[in-house]
């Protein structure tokens, strides 16, 4: 079992998977502890990294005093993703678990690299049924409220035909602390957004049981039709926890999903950074490089394109000519001397003048030695001198 302290609390969590692999977040649902993902994530271990996360109040996660909150929730997540160097992940949010995935996506998108909304919505409940709840588990504790809860978990049949299945899950419900239980209940309770939704830009799929009661196909339909481009599907033969009921369906969706959005963010990247290197560099010597691709050295060009110029060349931290003179520069400090010659050439798209690049190569001399600016000097020298001889 592993547990980090994070947000101030301690944090029980499990990865799983193949290391390397995309990273895979799965978010559990209100009452319930990462158990619930088990057969999902024997089916997607050879595929993806997999944290799975016991929330704030639930499983072996640190319970404190509630009320809590969705933003709360969120940022134990993020927390625990900066403990675990987790810079991004897709996220699968289950219920509450959906809610959390959704404020990440909407307030922290540079985490998120794709999202599946799992029996969710961007409002789910009313108040005074929740408020109802969190008064009856107050009183009574989780065992209160068991069976009605853990009956609308499946779909009409499945306690008669998994009695031992259903008393097992029922009594992960009832062992969830009254204060976490009730904490997460005031979360949901509070939490509307649906006037943020759409401002998620990660792609999105939204699952849901067709016998799902708490958050109906046409709940979960509703909140994907907010967002742009989110797809829809529907589980059959499940209720609300569909992991449970059809983990090889929810499963292969999940897998689906993921791996066509990481496809389509990469050639994504990979035309952004074309455009990117095509307009510092120039058509020519992009044409060049182009052709002189072979399947050898066609990753590594790749890799250039998109994590060079599709990613921190594309970037709008600093301008083309704030960059030019950072490259001039570093290039100069490591005798790079064929790219010193390359980026000097790209100074007349990029803004960059000759001072510009004299006065970096100064900065070379006092901080990387005299001698590699003197070389890169005389390189930028040369490349200036034929650069005015071919614009005669």
Known sequence: MAFVTANGISIHHRIEGRRGAPRL???????????IWADVADRLRDRFEILLVDKRGHGLTEATPGPYSIPLLAEDLT????????AKASIVGLSIGGLIAQHVAIHAPERVESLVLMDTAARIGEAQAWNDRIAAVQKSGVAAIGEAVASRWFSEAFPAEHPARFAAWRAMLEATPREGYAGACAAVRDADYRAEVPRIAAPVLAI??????PTSPDLVKGTADLISGARFAVVDGAGHLPCLERPAEVAALIADHVEASRAATSATRFDAGMA?????????????????????DAPFQRFI???????????????????????????AALGQDEEVAMHVRATRNTGASAEDIAEALMHVAVYAGVPAANHAIKIAKKTYAEMEDAAR
Not at 25 to 35: A, E, F
Not at 79 to 86: F, K, M, N, T
Not at 276 to 296: E, K, M, N, W, Y
């Open 305 to 331: 394109t998109e994590g060079a110029w599709g990613s921190v060349w594309a970037g709008d931290r600093f301008t083309r000519r704030e960059r030019s003179i950072v490259t001039i520069a570093l290039l």
């Open 276 to 296: 990117v290197r095509r307009q510092v560099l120039g058509d020519a010597h992009v044409d060049r490089a182009s052709a002189a691709i072979t399947p050898f």
């Open 208 to 213: 849901v049981g067709d016998a799902d009661k």
């Open 25 to 35: 977040v799965l978010l559990n649902s209100l009452g319930s502890d990462l158990r």
């Open 79 to 86: 927390a625990l993703l900066d403990a675990l160097g987790w």
